[in-house]
């Protein structure tokens, strides 16, 4: 059997004057359109907190969000949080060390990283463009205190209306947020109204697909039938995990025009022979290896009736072994 792999995708849009739009990777547009800074919603505006927001539920020995208690899927204990942070690494070395693919200019006005985590594309980001005003925002308040100072994060569900003022950001990024959305054309809806015309929006996923290049990959394999359960898992509950299938028409679907989708295969493991792909097998690895038992426990339990057994989780009529 040869080797396994995945893929990231990476969706690029050109976006027409009356909008910007989104997709799996990345989405791009270069017709920008003219506009002035606004002063409805800036940066020293100041919020109000809940304290339920910034409480937290164990479960299975994990620590989970409190808000919206249940939407998303992983945890935001150290252990994931650390595990964010390796494939923030891998997203690196897979885009050339670069954090955006689209054409953006240096100076662009304001940039919104959705689902930011632990925040730390946001500040890589706000760091390269200390011009820009950059809001990372998260169901989790797991972001650190010391960030740029053009940089903040804000507690909110993306999902939710957005309050932000209609054609307001020069740039959109989401990464990473597979099983987290019920709905994407409307999310990518909302990314269409509040880019400013000639705006741009980065989608990228990785796919929950692992294949081999020769078809070896048996259909009753582990890691086939492990992947199949998360499939399950989105079909019963409405939040799809893979995501790559349906980026670009749901994109399409919201306004956005000219996509350009790009594919990366991701090793996993240190296999290959090409040294760029054997240190992005290694850090694949890694990630899969540390963020195991995050990725499946809520997933198998909540959502397929798994119990937890001395092996960890396993779902009801698991052939998993």
């Not at 010391?146 to 957005?162: K, M």
């Not at 980065?202 to 499939?231: Q, W």
Request: hydrophobic share 35%; glycine share 10%; aromatic share 10%.
């Amino acid at each position: 059997m040869a080797d396994a792999e995945g893929t990231i995708e990476v969706v690029r849009q050109h976006l027409r004057t009356w909008g910007s739009g989104a997709d799996i990777s990345e989405k791009r547009a270069n017709e920008a359109g003219s506009s002035s800074r606004s002063s409805e919603y800036e940066l020293g505006d100041t919020f109000s907190v809940d304290s339920s927001i910034t409480q937290y539920r164990i479960e299975n020995g994990r620590r989970y969000h409190a808000y919206k208690d249940g939407l998303y899927w992983a945890p935001n204990d150290e252990r994931q949080n650390e595990n964010l942070d390796i494939s923030h690494h891998k997203y690196l070395l897979c885009l050339d060390h670069k954090l955006v693919l689209a054409p953006i200019d240096d100076n662009i006005e304001r940039a919104l990283d959705i689902g930011t985590g632990t925040g730390i594309w946001a500040i890589d980001f706000a760091d390269e463009h200390p011009n820009t005003e950059v809001i990372g925002t998260d169901l989790s308040p797991i972001q650190p205190s010391l960030v740029p100072p053009n940089c903040r994060f804000e507690i909110d569900d993306a999902t939710d209306e957005w309050t932000y003022p209609t054609n307001y950001f020069d740039f959109i990024h989401i990464r990473a947020l597979f099983g987290s959305i019920q709905d994407w054309t409307a999310l990518y809806a909302q990314a269409f109204k509040h880019l400013k015309p000639g705006g741009w929006i980065e989608h990228v996923e990785g796919s929950i697909e692992i294949k081999c290049d020769d078809g070896s990959l048996a259909a009753d394999n582990p890691l086939r039938t492990f992947t199949d359960l998360f499939a399950q898992a989105g079909a019963i509950n409405g939040q799809i995990f893979n995501v790559t299938d349906i980026m670009m028409p749901k994109i399409r679907e919201a306004g956005f025009v000219n996509t350009v989708e790009q594919v990366f295969k991701v090793p996993l493991g240190g296999w290959p022979a090409d040294v760029k792909l054997r240190e992005l097998g290694q850090w694949a690895l890694l990630g899969f290896d540390t963020g195991l038992e995050g990725y499946s426990l809520a997933t198998l339990t909540r959502v397929l009736g798994g119990t937890i057994t001395s092996g960890g989780a396993r779902p009801k009529n698991s052939l998993l072994s």
